[in-house]
């Protein structure tokens, strides 16, 4: 069974670094690309980008190019999603999610539970 | 501002059939036929009901479709039920090969 495994929740500080991670299971975790997805409170889906494990070969959403960094260890099947100096705006939810095909980083059929990122002074 | 837009509401009484539209720049669609739709219910995550323009992953119900003619999708809902009440996305593969949600369809069943 396809699994998609988060950290848990987050609150932070503005100025503040976090890193959340997705542990994927039940499939080959280098042979399918990972992407993230935030959801803002009351808003709706936002495409962040993807990673394929297998060279971590890295796409970004031109709205989050130099504001997040994805990673991958793939000796450990785990996708990561990383700032450097949180803000207020970036509090929401963040999803991880799995094509339903190896050949692909578009459709999503798999997802993480979510992880809520709160930012906060 | 989404790069897709879709309608913000959508409603139709059980049993009627509802299509939501998704229309986009061309170097958004494209020539690509690489178009998903999403379902998202209240506090869940979303679910993936159709993907490259038509096609249903297993375990989807035949009442959903999914079609594209040009720089527009649409995702018609059949037979419509009060389980279908929940908020529906378009997503686009881009001309700079990464993709683009649409800003969100709340469908109202009613």
């Known amino acids: 069974e396809v699994q998609l495994v988060q950290s848990g929740a987050e609150v932070k500080k503005p100025g503040e670094s976090l890193k959340i991670s997705c542990k994927g299971s039940?499939?080959?975790?280098?042979?399918?690309?990972i992407g993230w997805v935030r959801q803002m409170p009351g808003k709706g889906l936002e495409w962040m980008g993807v990673?394929?494990?297998?060279?971590?070969?890295?796409r970004y959403s031109p709205s989050f190019q130099g504001q997040v960094t994805i990673s991958v260890d793939k000796s450990i099947n785990t996708a990561y999603l990383q700032w450097n100096s949180l803000k207020a705006s970036d509090t929401a939810m963040y999803y991880c999610a799995r094509p339903y095909d190896y050949d692909t980083s578009g459709p999503f059929d798999y997802w993480g539970q979510g992880t809520l990122v709160t930012v906060s002074s | 501002q989404s790069a897709l837009t879709q309608p913000a509401s959508v409603s139709g009484s059980p049993g009627q059939s509802i299509t939501i539209s998704c229309t986009g720049i061309s170097s958004v669609f494209g020539t690509y036929n690489y178009v998903s739709w999403y379902q998202q219910h209240p506090g869940k995550a979303p679910k993936l009901m159709i993907y490259?323009?038509?096609n249903r992953p297993s375990g989807v119900s035949n009442r959903f479709s999914g079609s594209k003619s040009g720089n527009a999708a649409s995702l018609t809902i059949y037979g419509l039920q009060a389980e279908d009440e929940a908020d529906y996305y378009c997503k686009s593969f881009t001309s700079s090969n990464t993709w683009v949600f649409g800003g969100g369809t709340t469908v109202t069943v009613l």
């Open positions: 490259d323009v038509s």
């Open positions: 039940g499939y080959s975790f280098t042979t399918y690309w």
């Open positions: 990673i394929y494990p297998g060279d971590s070969n890295t």
